[in-house]
């Protein structure tokens, strides 16, 4: 008798590769995730603990406080709001929402590797984009729109690029898809960008457009990779159709009671916030210095940087990943998504950078 068989279309889907983790018992520096390395709130911490009083009992399967918390902060309507473990959980239920076998999601090529797993886990077929200067091309896009389009996923900031387009570009790009594509603005880097004026998280233009979604995340400022929460924002009629499809108790009770303290503590946002700025900038400063070295930093809105090296010689990505990685220093090289010849490097606390800076370097012989 014939084994069964999984669907063509999920046979075809390229496994996620995660960023690498140190070894049991090894000193590393994790700067491979596009993690907070100052961790969360010490609220948030405390909240995590006390959430597991009564781990007999389901958690709220609605999300009702952690909903409410995350409305006032942002000034929304808690009914448009929905949590998910983590915003990969939203993002891949959105595909499965609205497209299927035939149609077609459209996606930056250097975008983050769950837009094109979504949409095959879906059954349709993702549509990789040229980008500009590893940013996203808005006329690239709407020039990949097809009658077969449903979704339109941009990443804002980029991950893995850290680039970020102005608010008229992303309106611009809303007004030319037609009104049955659904435009996912991913926001999950939004917190770095507070207080650009220039800056589009989606969250004004989801309120008065039915075809555009929101979804963010508390993996990144928050620091609660490890809790697995995320949230999106957007016309009752999306939100319905999520809240269809998702996991009844897809946010553990611990998960949600440190999200909630971590919302409140705005304060600790900003301090993660104004240190990410001061060490980015002076990772971007020390790469800028090895520029004579063929090494370029690709301009970031987020917290990492991309880093581009000589494609031949001594010192290509490869090289600086395998020279870091004797050193402890865990970054992230991404060959797979056709990014050989570049790293993506976390930004770290004020030590984890200058080791990194120091390991760089002696890599290229001046340390």
């Known amino acids: 008798m ?14 996620y590769v995660p960023g690498r983790s140190g070894e049991a018992g090894k000193r590393t520096i994790k700067l491979s995730s596009n993690e907070n390395p100052l961790g969360p709130s010490p609220k ?14 389901y958690p709220d399967a609605a999300s009702h406080e952690l909903r409410e918390v995350i409305a006032e902060t942002h000034d929304l309507e808690a009914d448009r709001v929905v949590c998910g473990t983590g915003s990969d959980e939203l993002l891949q239920l959105l595909a499965q929402a609205y497209a299927g076998p035939g149609d077609e999601i459209v996606h930056m090529r250097y975008g983050f590797m769950v837009y094109p797993i979504a949409a095959r886990r879906a059954g349709a077929v993702p549509v990789a984009v040229e980008d500009e200067d590893y940013t996203a091309d808005v006329d690239a896009i709407l020039g990949a729109v097809t009658d077969k389009t449903k979704l339109v996923y941009l990443a804002n900031p ?15 790009l809303h007004t030319g898809l037609r009104p049955d594509i659904l435009l996912v603005l991913d926001a999950a880097y939004a917190e770095y960008q507070a207080g650009e004026a220039d800056y589009e998280d989606g969250i ?7 075809n555009v979604v929101t979804t963010r995340t508390f993996s990144k400022i928050y620091g609660l990779a490890g809790a697995r929460v995320g ?3 957007g016309h009752p009629d999306v939100i319905g159709a999520l809240n269809r499809i998702r996991g ?5 009770s611990e998960a949600q009671a440190g999200a909630i ?15 990410n700025r001061r060490e980015r900038g002076r990772l971007e400063e020390a790469l800028a210095a090895l520029g004579n070295h063929g090494v370029r930093a690709v301009p970031s809105a987020a917290n990492f940087v991309l880093a581009t090296f000589p494609e031949t010689g001594d010192h290509t990505a490869e090289a600086a990943n395998a020279f870091l990685s004797e050193r402890g220093i865990l970054v992230r090289w991404l060959p797979q998504m056709g990014l050989g010849h570049a790293l993506r490097i976390g930004v770290g606390t004020t030590e984890e950078t200058g080791e990194l800076i120091e390991a760089l370097r002696a890599f290229f012989g001046e340390g």
Request: proline share 12%; hydrophobic share 40%; charged share 25%.
């Open 2 to 15: 014939p084994a069964p068989q999984m669907k063509p279309w999920i046979a075809e889907i390229a496994p």
């Open 204 to 210: 004004a233009m989801a309120r008065v457009h039915p």
């Open 261 to 275: 303290a971590a919302v409140r503590d705005q304060d600790w946002v900003e301090h993660c916030r104004t240190e």
């Open 231 to 233: 949230w999106a924002y």
């Open 158 to 172: 980029n991950n893995p690029t850290g680039t970020v387009i102005p608010r008229n570009e992303v309106e611009r």
């Open 44 to 57: 948030a911490l405390e909240a995590l603990r006390a959430g597991t009083v009564d781990p007999h009992r």
């Open 248 to 252: 009844p108790f897809n946010v553990t």
